[in-house]
């Protein structure tokens, strides 16, 4: 088992202890030590992770890990971080975080931007212009969360 992939089954369910999902574990080298990037979102539907929260998330990974074998070996700095706010998005589970946000959707037939209206099992509706378009996920090359000023 590769140490991400173990890093990520120890660390889910202490993130999920405190109300968040785990949505990735990175391993990066950073000159003598090695970067751990544990990134956290809410588990489904909209909303944000606000900053005490995420010191509440950042002190029980690092407790967890500060038992763990599975710790990265030497010296590392542990960054928890939250998807940010122009986010890739890839699973229905993302999209659902997005509900009411602008979107960047990229299909084979062209770009769409609008805000997300509903996401259905296999669907997205979106509306652009005061027009409401759904969208099969399987038609989606990628999309993404759009900055809204």
């Given at each position: 088992m590769n140490d991400v992939k173990n890093l990520h089954e120890i660390l889910a369910p202490v993130v999920e202890q405190t109300g968040l999902y785990l949505e990735e574990v990175e391993l990066k080298p950073a000159g003598k030590r090695t970067l751990m990037r544990v990134t956290v979102d809410l588990g489904d539907g909209p909303g944000g992770v606000d900053s005490d929260l995420l010191g509440d998330v950042t002190?029980?990974?690092?407790?967890?890990?500060?038992?763990?074998?599975?710790?990265?070996?030497?010296?590392?700095?542990?960054?928890?971080?939250?998807?940010?706010?122009?986010?890739?998005?890839?699973?229905?589970?993302?999209?659902?975080?997005?509900?009411?946000r602008i979107v960047i959707v990229t299909t084979d037939s062209g770009q769409l931007r609008g805000r997300v209206e509903s996401v259905g099992d296999?669907?997205?509706?979106?509306?652009?212009?005061?027009?409401?378009?759904?969208?099969?996920?399987?038609?989606?090359?990628?999309?993404?969360?759009?900055?809204?000023?």
């Open positions: 002190r029980a990974v690092s407790a967890a890990l500060d038992k763990s074998p599975a710790a990265p070996k030497g010296q590392y700095v542990l960054e928890v971080t939250t998807p940010g706010a122009t986010r890739k998005l890839t699973t229905p589970r993302h999209y659902r975080r997005a509900e009411g296999d669907t997205l509706t979106i509306s652009t212009d005061g027009q409401s378009e759904e969208i099969a996920f399987s038609d989606i090359v990628s999309a993404r969360m759009d900055v809204e000023l």
